[in-house]
């Protein structure tokens, strides 16, 4: 039986730019079995950056519905944070 390791660590193929702001999505399987979603908002270079990772509290059914959230709240925070 071949199983699919999913990592806790953001996908680079669903990492995506707003302005100056690197959003990257993520999602884990917790001990239930069910996803924790989570997100990463980067900003700077170098010695410079500054990267802040969100975990949320709400939990999914699969790996895409989790993955999904983290990109609509990674949106909604930087445009907050933009504001």
Not at 45 to 56: A, L, N, P, S
Request: glycine content about 8%.
């Amino acid at each position: 039986m071949n199983v699919g390791v999913i990592s806790m660590f953001p996908s680079q193929e669903l990492s995506f730019f707003i302005g100056k702001f690197l959003v990257s999505p993520s999602a884990r399987v917790t001990e239930a079995g069910d996803y924790a979603p989570s997100v990463s908002i980067r900003r700077g270079q170098g010695t410079h950056t500054h990267d802040k990772v969100f975990r949320f509290t709400r939990r999914f059914a699969s790996h895409r519905s989790a993955v999904n959230y983290a990109i609509r709240e990674g949106r909604s925070l930087v445009v907050a944070t933009s504001a």
